[in-house]
């Protein structure tokens, strides 16, 4: 018996498994009591190995008030239809972080590079301490049919604060004040804003 070899081909795309047909037939240059025998077919199955998903890569990012930023990347596990994929970005306090950009698109000439989203902390004048926000990565429903229904994915970034009470003097080199009413001054102002009361 001769041993024909069948591997299976991979590729990125979201077609489930597929029926491929081989036909075995006699070259017609061979032997005549053979040529006119009945071709014969195989049907092998190539399983598929590709699903949709998206795999965001954040590392620890601590973004801060004094202008630290982090990032993070977004990318798919498969190739998308001619539809793309599209992905909203939002977070819940947007006193205290910028995203950029709040939308990502990948199609099937850039699926399988990630894209890198910028994370700014908001500078503020409370002395509200570190804070944490939630950043909410979702589908867009305009999107490849096979992606629409992945769950939304989230995580949780700290803002550090930079502020602290105190009290900054403006004093001239020389206040001189007089008992005839020449006056002098000088200024004091908070380094953060006090709360209301």
């Known amino acids: 018996p001769q041993i024909i070899t069948v591997s299976g081909q991979d590729d990125s795309i979201l077609d489930g498994s597929q029926n491929v047909t081989i036909t075995v037939s006699v070259n017609a240059d061979s032997d005549a009591n053979f040529v006119d025998l ?118 949780n970034i700290t803002n550090l604060d930079d502020d602290v009470a105190g009290i900054q003097f403006h004093i001239p080199d020389d206040i001189v004040i007089t008992e005839l009413g020449l006056s002098g001054e000088f200024t004091i102002r908070l380094t953060s804003q006090p709360d209301p009361s």
């Open 38 to 155: 009945s071709s014969q077919t195989v049907i092998v199955t190539n399983l598929n190995d590709d699903y949709a998903g998206f795999i965001i890569d954040v590392s620890t990012i601590e973004v801060s008030e004094t202008g630290i930023s982090g990032e993070f990347t977004i990318r798919l596990t498969a190739e998308p239809d001619s539809s793309g994929v599209k992905f909203d970005i939002n977070w819940n306090d947007t006193t205290e972080i910028n995203v950029d950009p709040s939308m990502v698109i990948f199609t099937s000439g850039n699926w399988n590079i990630p894209q890198i989203i910028t994370v700014s902390g908001q500078d503020d004048s409370i002395i509200d301490g570190s804070q944490n926000v939630t950043i909410t990565v979702s589908v867009n429903a305009d999107s490849d049919a096979n992606f629409t229904s992945l769950p939304d994915q989230s995580f």
